[in-house]
């Protein structure tokens, strides 16, 4: 069994550095292939200060800083039984899985939370779920928040706020999921009780995080998170030739990263790259060039950097978990 488990816990993390190789690949050869079309912008980055890129990621570990505290506090929330510190480093440890088409990977918490520290499913896969929507309420306020007349995209505030004002309604979500699932509980003579038993657990762990007073308190950090890279888009543009506003700033990186997130392609990679730099080369008068210069500093600067940063913990913590002996207990699943 030891063996099993050993053998299953490689097979993980060969396909996890798989697809980390793969997805550097396609970056690397990209980049390479617009420094040997565009002389221009070979110019620019060779004349780009050498602070830059570190000004880049100090910023952006802030934001993995307060994203951090967020997943510590829906943690507690969630009942999680674990010690702050493997639960901070357990999320740290899936950076690397936003690489993962749909960013599917991020499941990887679910499982070492379940393998290692004996917590089941229908709470850990509620926490995950929190977790996305409120980056995604986050982008949303922000796009709108940035879309000025100044930017010149300013119909599509309205839209915008609709959209997290639709967002925010997921918060009765759960109490419409189960009035569903024990509607089609019935519907089918009451069969397979375990199973919809299990999903109503979700569905009320959910509600908890998905609580007014638990959002209050946690969408100021996942706000501050995505504000700190726009603030490094708007402060680090005119080291490469470039202007960029604070509004345009928040709007291009919300978009940009709507876009990548809709693609469901790997980190989204090639869509949140062409979408960005479509953006800021739209805006104020940047040239192509600079605005390539500057997505790629900061895709390195956040994406790269993340995963190179999470992928230690990332193999701590699966080796951990596929050592762990015995099978979890199910009192965590209540």
């Not at 110019?43 to 307060?66: D, E, N, Q």
Request: hydrophobic residues 60%; positive net charge; aromatic residues 8%.
């Amino acid at each position: 069994m030891d063996i099993a488990r050993r053998g299953a816990g490689d097979a993980i993390r060969a396909r996890a550095a798989r697809w980390l190789w793969a997805m550097l690949a396609v970056w690397v050869v990209s980049a390479l292939a617009l420094l040997a079309l565009r002389t221009d912008l070979r110019h620019v980055l060779a004349s780009t200060p050498g602070w830059i890129a570190p000004a880049c990621m100090a910023l952006a570990s802030v934001g993995f800083a307060l994203r951090t505290w967020r997943w510590l506090l829906l943690a507690r929330v969630a009942r999680i039984a674990a010690a702050p510190a493997t639960l901070a480093g357990i999320y740290v440890g899936g950076f690397p899985m936003n690489l993962t088409p749909a960013r599917l990977g991020e499941l990887w918490r679910s499982w070492v939370l379940w393998r290692g520290a004996r917590q089941g499913y229908r709470r850990t896969l509620p926490l995950l779920v929190c977790d996305r929507l409120l980056d995604l309420f986050a982008l949303l306020l922000l796009a709108a928040f940035g879309l000025a007349p100044s930017v010149g995209l300013d119909r599509l505030a309205l839209p915008c706020l609709l959209a997290a004002g639709a967002l925010a309604a997921l918060t009765l979500l759960p109490g419409w999921a189960r009035r569903a699932i024990k509607a089609v509980w019935a519907a089918t003579g009451r069969r397979r009780p375990r199973l919809f038993a299990s999903l109503l657990s979700v569905c009320r762990n959910l509600a908890l995080l998905l609580a007014p007073a638990t959002i209050v308190r946690v969408l100021p950090l996942s706000l501050c998170a995505w504000s700190a890279e726009a603030l490094a888009l708007h402060l680090l543009m005119p080291a490469v030739g470039g202007e960029l506003p604070l509004p345009a700033a928040f709007a291009s990186l919300a978009f940009a990263n709507l876009a990548g997130a809709l693609s469901l392609l790997p980190g989204g990679v090639g869509s949140q790259e062409l979408a960005l730099t479509l953006l800021i080369a739209g805006t104020a008068g940047n040239s192509t060039d600079a605005a390539l210069a500057m997505v790629a500093i900061l895709r390195v600067g956040t994406l790269w950097y993340s995963a190179a940063l999470g992928l230690p913990f990332f193999l701590y913590f699966s080796r951990a978990a596929t050592a762990a002996p015995g099978k979890p207990v199910r009192s965590g699943d209540r």
